[in-house]
């Protein structure tokens, strides 16, 4: 099993910078792809950013240019640096982890208890 700590949503004004991270760990686990989503109230979840374990990245078009995805492999950790933020980022951040077990070589994917953020105006 791997467990998933998120941290530092907020609260903050249209234009401020938010980072999130989020800490995997766990035994006999290979982390391989990690990520960001949010869900905003009555809309379903929806991909903000992605990283995979040689640092390809993926965002929503929605942040490109504002959003920054990276990750410490050495620390199972992935952040999310999001600057000029909007009114409509608010939204519950999930992270996102697909991890390989070592014994089976099966995948399996893993989500965050989620963090509000949300941009006043």
């Known amino acids: 099993q791997v467990q998933l700590v998120e941290s530092g949503g907020g609260l903050v004004q249209a234009g401020g910078s938010l980072r999130l991270s989020c800490a995997a760990s766990g035994s006999g686990f290979s982390i391989i792809n990690m990520g960001w989503y949010h869900q905003a109230p009555g809309k379903q979840r929806e991909l903000v950013a992605t990283i995979t374990i040689d640092s390809r990245m993926n965002y929503a078009d929605s942040v490109k240019g504002r959003f920054t995805i990276s990750r410490d492999n050495a620390q199972n950790t992935v952040y999310l640096q999001m600057n000029s933020l909007k009114p409509e980022d608010t939204a519950v951040y999930y992270c996102?982890?697909?991890?390989?077990?070592?014994?089976?070589?099966?995948?399996?994917?893993?989500w965050g208890q989620g963090t509000q953020v949300t941009v006043s105006s």
């Open positions: 996102y982890v697909r991890a390989l077990r070592r014994d089976t070589l099966a995948y399996a994917d893993y």
